[in-house]
């Protein structure tokens, strides 16, 4: 499974931003999908992830109520739509695939990475 990060980008505080992150090769493998960050000198941290069988989500506190995960299986895309962004939204944002292989026998993996700015 290969996955392309695309939509980031300067943005003012306040402002909105939609990433997406397309998927291609054994994309039948997937089990769920997510979005993570990494800010200068921070860890990398969960943003938002959805189950591929029932899309179930799951939001950091941080951004509950601003940012909305989604997907569109036909597309094989993942979305994360960001609404009010705020400076400490500032990060680079990784998609991540978990893939399934058998019920003992998961991993995972990463795209590139998009960067997100928001200026004050």
């Known amino acids: 499974v290969k996955l392309v990060e695309s939509g980031g980008g300067l943005v003012q505080a306040g402002g909105s931003l939609r990433l997406s992150c397309a998927a291609s090769?054994?994309?039948?493998?997937?089990?769920?999908m997510g979005w993570y960050r990494q800010a200068p000198g921070k860890q990398r941290e969960l943003v938002a992830d959805?189950?591929?069988?029932?899309?179930?989500?799951n939001y950091a506190d941080s951004v509950k109520g601003r940012f909305t995960i989604s997907r569109d299986n036909a597309k094989n895309t993942m979305y994360l739509q960001m609404n009010s962004l705020k400076p400490e939204d500032t990060a680079i944002y990784y998609c991540?695939?978990?893939?399934?292989?058998?019920?003992?026998?998961?991993?995972?993996?990463w795209g590139q990475g998009t960067q997100v700015t928001v200026s004050s």
């Open positions: 991540k695939a978990r893939i399934r292989k058998s019920r003992s026998y998961e991993y995972d993996r």
């Open positions: 090769g054994s994309t039948f493998s997937i089990a769920a």
């Open positions: 959805i189950t591929n069988s029932d899309g179930r989500t």
